[in-house]
T-cell receptor, first 116, second 117 residues
């Protein structure tokens, strides 16, 4: 069965500093990997996704993520965070790019706190 | 871009009553919709998968008679929490995707905060 591990429950970063959120996955086949962001009381917004090809993917809001098959990782990065980036971040893995018989499996999330 | 609309955003109901939550895909045909439940400070738990025109597939431990799912069209799925109890209070989120292999990633609604008093 697939699983996603986000080892950091909370991360505090100063505004303007760089950010890396870790994500490790376990999946028996070629995974489709996603990062979502959730603001309090809101749904999830897709930041970026990896299906195939270039292992460094660019997303919205200046985020990027790198797929490393050998490490089963898909870490999210941003070179300079803004106060508006404070939110909950979820890594997810799924068998397909969308639809299909299986939903996504989510990690437990990383709560990002931005210090002024 | 694609948008999924979920309604209502908040609902308070009395114990024993039923509540219906709607999930609509606004600009694409969602052959599959997923319903998630999110507990405080927890990740999203997949409750069920609904395919248009067929019965929903429920995850282990989810009561299908309590959480009724209907996916009557390619743009609408509903979740009805029947005979709600305080322990059903939670944040429910739907998501919708296109056909398998379509390249359309899952899009999520903004969630429904259910409070059962």
């Amino acid at each position: 069965a697939q699983s996603v591990t986000q080892p950091d429950i909370h991360i505090t970063v100063s505004e303007g500093a760089s950010l890396e959120l870790r994500c490790n996955y376990s999946y028996g086949a070629t995974p489709y990997l996603f990062w979502y962001v959730q603001s309090p009381g809101q749904g999830l917004q897709l930041l970026l996704k990896y299906f195939s090809g270039d292992t460094l993917v660019q997303g919205i809001k200046g985020f990027e993520a790198e797929f490393k098959r050998s490490q089963s990782s898909f870490n999210l990065r941003k070179p300079s965070v803004h106060w508006s980036d404070a939110a909950e971040y979820f890594c997810a893995v799924g068998p397909y790019s969308g639809g299909g018989a299986d939903g996504l499996t989510f990690g437990k999330g990383t709560h990002l706190i931005i210090q002024p | 871009g694609a948008v999924v609309s979920q309604h209502p955003s908040r609902v308070i109901c009395k114990s024993g009553t039923s509540v219906k939550i709607e999930c609509r895909s606004l600009d694409f045909q969602a052959t599959t919709m997923f319903w998630y439940r999110q507990f405080p400070k927890k990740s999203l738990m997949l409750m069920a998968t609904s395919n248009e025109g067929s019965k929903a597939t429920y995850e282990q431990g989810v009561e299908k008679d309590k959480f009724l799912i209907n996916h009557a069209s390619l743009t609408l799925s509903t979740l009805t929490v029947t005979s709600a109890h305080p322990e059903d209070s939670s944040f429910y989120i739907c998501s919708a995707g296109g056909p398998r292999g379509s390249g359309e990633p899952l899009h999520f609604g903004n969630g429904t905060r259910l409070t059962v008093t």
